[in-house]
């Protein structure tokens, strides 16, 4: 079964971390996505850029209505995700548990996992 995992951030954890706690990041996530290749488990990862790089399209094909980030209204926002292939959701929740070992801020809401249809 897949599962996206899904992170959750906001300007201000894009804007706070300094070059060393940076490093520090990368070298958690680098090595938390290289176990996961190495298991086979790995489908697909990608982090997002900051939320001020963000554009929201709403509207009608009539009234297009175009908003550049970052939206005052949105307290945090999707940050990365991986896609993994596992046995099953509890296997998807000891990986995505792994994840809040990670230096650097912590988002309120946790990770998320959704299964994939």
Do not use: H
């Amino acid at each position: 079964m897949k599962y996206m995992i899904l992170v959750y951030g906001s300007q201000r954890d894009y804007d706070a971390p300094d070059a060393r706690e940076m490093s520090a990041i990368g070298e958690f996530l680098g090595k938390f996505t290289a176990e996961l290749a190495e298991s086979g488990e790995l489908v697909d990862t990608q982090g997002l850029t900051a939320p001020v790089q963000a554009r929201r399209v709403q509207g009608s094909d009539d009234a297009q209505v175009v908003t550049d980030g970052p939206f005052a209204e949105t307290e945090e926002v999707l940050a990365g995700y991986w896609i993994v292939e596992c046995a099953g959701i509890e296997r998807a929740t000891e990986i995505a548990a792994r994840l809040n070992r990670c230096p650097g801020p912590q988002p309120a809401s946790g990770t998320i996992i959704r299964p994939i249809a």
